[in-house]
């Protein structure tokens, strides 16, 4: 009781001076998490998707509790502009005291929330799900309080180098679109590099506007170089937009190949089974996948196949990979609160970097890259759509089908 009258009287007079006080001072009867995700715009599907993962591990964890209170998630949506998700994880910090922030989709937003949080003394702690972008990992990565959990962009360009290095008869010519911010501007020009390195004449390298609603006269020149490969790097709504207007024009390269954005449900539906045929995209997990259960939370942390069909059953829906994605995102950060016994800042990153168990996504270490100093899942694979449904197709170790090649002609469908 003396404890809590001490900490409501520094309440008091902290807030009479106006100052911001430590996320460790937070509603004792709650721990909050900021989760900011573009749930309205071109990055909607994936962002719906994170958060559908963030709220099963809610109520999950909040089954038991965590350090005797419950987890609270507290969502904001950044509508996929830069300027707007500064702003929701400004009144994250300032207003709501998140303890941490977990979750997220794009470089762009990324970048730009990091770079706010540098006026923080301490950084806010994050376990981030949308940072791919290795100009992130070179600015931020030495911050021992940024737990990255997405695979880096060289992953993503050395498995689809890789990749098409396999397929037989072997591509020799991509052309490379991207939309023009900071996620497809830096992918494009590692894939660039890579594919050349790897012998691929890449023909072009065009970039485009995220949510345009037009990309005829980019498809058109595309068309007229007739590639091998047209390879797009960008969101959900541009793969729509690109396999609709790719019919349109009758564009029929040998493969059409993109990026994760391709992989939702939502993208199916949208453009129908029969036309999203033989479409390959690159991804971080399936639910196919056969990972064990954890020996050390079991209860959190079940086999993939038992997490698949808890999740189908509560969603009605497959999950995507950025499903699973921040639902260990959530589970991670809420066991290093709990293995620190305390909201402190350095106590909680400290837990963290001890985690070394199996997770429905596979085993979960956090452990340096290039440029980090905490990042875990670093393999990627490929997927292409066959009869409606995703099949791994690359690396052969984890394939579950075989590639069709080439592409179907739109005409012959």
């Known amino acids: 009781m003396r404890k809590m009258t001490m900490a409501v009287g520094l309440g008091l007079l902290f807030g009479s001076l106006g100052m911001v006080l430590p996320v460790a001072w937070a509603a004792e009867e709650e721990i909050r998490i900021g989760a900011v995700w573009g749930l309205t715009g071109p990055q909607a599907g994936v962002s719906q998707e994170g958060r559908r993962g963030m709220e099963m591990a809610q ?11 419950k987890i609270r998630v507290i969502f904001e949506d950044d509508k996929a502009d830069p300027a707007v998700a500064v702003s929701a994880a400004e009144k994250l910090i300032t207003q709501d005291k998140v303890v941490a922030f977990v979750g997220g989709v794009g470089s762009t937003i990324c970048n730009a929330m990091l770079g706010a949080f540098e006026k923080y003394t301490p950084k806010p702690l994050g376990t981030l799900t949308g940072c791919g972008a290795t100009t992130i990992e070179q600015r ?18 050395t498995t689809m180098r890789d990749f098409l290095l396999s397929v037989t008869p072997r591509p020799q010519t991509v052309f490379i679109a991207h939309e023009d911010r900071l996620y497809g501007t830096s992918h494009s020009k590692m894939a660039e590099e890579y594919f050349k390195e790897a012998g691929f004449k890449v023909v072009a390298r065009e970039s485009f ?3 345009a609603p037009d990309l005829t006269p980019l498809l058109t020149r595309a068309k007229a170089m007739n590639p ?21 024009l009758n564009f029929n390269p ?33 639910p196919i996948a056969a ?18 069909r808890d999740y189908t059953t509560r969603f009605k829906r497959e999950p995507h990979y950025y499903s699973i994605m921040s639902y260990v995102a959530l589970v991670a950060t809420a066991k290093g609160i709990e293995a ?13 970097e001890k985690i070394n168990t199996m997770t429905p996504m596979g085993p979960l270490k956090f452990s340096p890259s290039k440029f980090a100093v905490n990042h875990a899942f670093k393999q990627m694979m490929i997927f292409q759509w066959q009869k409606g449904e995703k099949v791994l197709v690359f690396p052969r170790d984890v394939a579950s089908g075989m590639l069709m090649h080439p592409f179907p002609a739109w005409t012959q469908r």
């Open 340 to 352: 620190a016994g305390s909201l402190e800042r350095d106590r909680v990153l400290g837990a963290m």
């Open 228 to 248: 091998d490969v047209f390879y797009w790097i960008a969101y959900g709504a541009d793969a729509v937009l690109v396999t609709k207007q790719g019919k349109e």
């Open 140 to 157: 931020f990565g030495k911050e021992r309080g940024y737990f990255f959990v997405h695979p880096w962009e060289y992953y993503y360009q």
């Open 291 to 308: 990972f064990p259960a954890s020996k050390e939370w079991p209860e959190v942390f079940p086999s993939t196949r038992d997490w698949v």
């Open 59 to 69: 109520d999950l964890l909040n089954k038991k509790g965590v350090l005797g209170r």
């Open 209 to 211: 506007k995220s949510g």
């Open 254 to 286: 040998r493969m059409y190949a993109s990026t994760v954005q391709l992989g939702t449900q939502e993208y199916r539906d949208a453009v129908g089974k029969g036309n999203a045929e033989t479409f390959v995209g690159i991804t971080v997990w399936e």
